[in-house]
């Protein structure tokens, strides 16, 4: 290593020292940002947040509470471009690692983001980086790619961010990518005393692996509270050729919901594999089908999956110490 590299790491490392009380000040700014954050003001928060990037425009923290906040001002787009660079960059800059490259990049940083970097770890502190994950993992999500939700999710869960609400994202995330064996290594911990949500995902992860009399059980347990839970076991019943039973659930269904298409299509079947072809016909023809009703009403059906947590839960981490 020249002379000039380590004059420099030692000049770094006597402003740092220098700086420290001042930075450590500073640095409340996002501890501020973050509380405006968990009470619901986005705006100011983001207000707040571009006006410390403005002075230091490589601070990640701040750019991660930034894409946070647009995230819950509804600028979902412009969330994911920040979130996005905020991962690339702080990837890269964990792989540089304590490499000369690493102290030529420190070197470009302003004197706070040096001064965060020396004790947080090139800026980006492991919990955070959990938060950063969780909240791309929502957003694909939202995005209906599952394959990077679970990626993301994985790394969240590996820092142990927030773990059951990850837990939770995870599994429904594996169900949707039909990854029973995940979905069921992952919810365990969560299924000593699960909410309906969870027990629905318990039942249906059951009933495709084969065990489909412990998944009707659960699914008749759920189906007075959950209606998602009562379509799944109608078209468990429909898949088990008990098609009056099936069809009095989706008559049921419609006398509570008389727009609901599913459950109309599902009865217009019941009707047909019940012998009744010109009334399943009728029904078909009502709801503008143009198709044979024996053309459309196989033997099996897939059991119906929603998303079963549409209100993530954060946790922004405000009191997290450097």
Same mark, same amino acid.
């Given at each position: 290593?020249?002379?000039? #590299? #380590? ?17 450590? /000040? ?40 930034? *894409? ?27 792989? =540089? *690692?304590?490499?000369l490259e690493a102290g030529k990049r420190l070197q ?28 791309? =993992? ?23 961010? @927030? ?5 939770? /994202?995870? *599994? ?36 495709? /692996? ?6 009707? /059980? ?27 039973? @099936? ?53 099996? #059906? ?21």
């Amino acid at each position: 290593m020249s002379k000039k #590299i #380590i004059g420099t790491f030692f000049m770094i490392s006597f402003l740092v020292g220098l700086i420290s009380p001042l930075l450590a /000040q500073a640095y409340l700014e996002e501890v501020r940002a973050c509380h405006l954050l968990q009470e619901g003001k986005a705006e100011e928060a983001l207000q707040l947040l571009e006006r410390k990037l403005k002075r230091y425009p490589n601070n990640f923290d701040c750019h991660l509470y930034k *894409g946070v906040a647009l995230y819950f001002l509804g600028k979902k787009e412009a969330a994911f471009d920040v979130l996005n660079k905020v991962e690339f960059e702080t990837e890269k800059l964990a792989k =540089a *690692g304590a490499t000369l490259e690493a102290g030529k990049r420190l070197q470009a940083f302003s004197q706070e983001d040096l001064y965060l970097a020396q004790r947080g770890g090139v800026v980006f502190s492991k919990e955070r980086k959990g938060l950063l994950k969780y909240v791309l =993992a929502i957003m694909y999500k939202e995005k209906r790619d599952y394959k990077n939700a679970r990626k993301r999710l994985e790394e969240a869960l590996k820092v142990n961010y @927030s773990p059951q609400e990850v837990r939770r /994202q995870l *599994g429904l995330i594996n169900c949707f990518l039909k990854d029973y064996k995940a979905a069921e290594k992952v919810l365990q911990p969560l299924l000593v005393n699960p909410e309906p949500e969870l027990e629905f995902l318990q039942g249906y992860i059951l009933y495709h /692996q084969g065990q489909v009399e412990k998944a009707r /059980q659960i699914l008749e347990k759920l189906s007075s509270e959950l209606p998602l839970a009562r379509k799944s076991l109608a078209c468990l019943l429909y898949n088990e050729q008990q098609y009056q039973e @099936s069809l009095s659930l989706w008559e049921a269904l419609l006398k509570d919901n008389p727009r609901d298409v599913q459950a109309k299509r599902n009865q217009a079947r019941c009707y047909f594999h019940l012998g009744e072809k010109d009334k399943a016909q009728q029904i078909f023809d009502e709801m503008g089908l143009k198709i044979k009703v024996e053309k459309y009403s196989p033997k099996k #059906i897939p059991l119906l999956l929603a998303d079963l947590f549409p209100k993530p839960e954060f946790d922004f981490l405000c009191d997290l110490k450097k």
